[in-house]
């Protein structure tokens, strides 16, 4: 929580004032739905998605590291045993 800065170094959260759009925001009344305009959607995506705290090029490179050795190593697992059971099953009809 600290790297993304909602935390202080002592474990305090943050204060952290409204923007505008969050103030302003209210939501339509029950029973009476209301669409957006595509510009007010993609201009509430790109505030989302100036939140997120994205991965660094060192962690990204890490996380596919160990994906695919997971990978590698499931598909050596699933190819032994698929190979045991065919022995298995040719041994006890031939």
């Known amino acids: 929580m600290q790297r993304q800065g909602q935390m202080t170094e002592d474990g305090q959260p943050v204060a952290r004032r409204a923007e505008?759009?969050?103030?302003?925001?209210?939501?339509?009344?029950?029973?009476?739905?209301?669409r957006t305009s595509p510009r007010q959607?993609?201009?509430e995506v790109n505030v989302e998605l100036r939140k997120v705290a994205w991965p660094t090029r060192a962690e990204?490179?890490?996380y596919a590291?160990?994906?695919?050795?997971?990978l590698a190593v499931l598909m050596a697992?699933?190819?032994?045993?698929?190979?045991?059971?065919s022995?298995?099953?040719n041994s006890l009809f031939s």
Do not use: C, M, W
């Not at 590291?65 to 997971?70: L, R, S």
């Not at 697992?77 to 059971?85: A, S």
């Open 20 to 34: 505008p759009s969050e103030r302003r925001a209210t939501r339509p009344a029950p029973g009476a739905p209301k």
């Open 41 to 43: 959607f993609l201009h």
């Open 60 to 62: 990204t490179t890490n």
């Open 65 to 70: 590291t160990v994906v695919f050795v997971a």
């Open 77 to 85: 697992l699933i190819f032994g045993l698929d190979l045991l059971f």
């Open 87 to 89: 022995n298995l099953a």
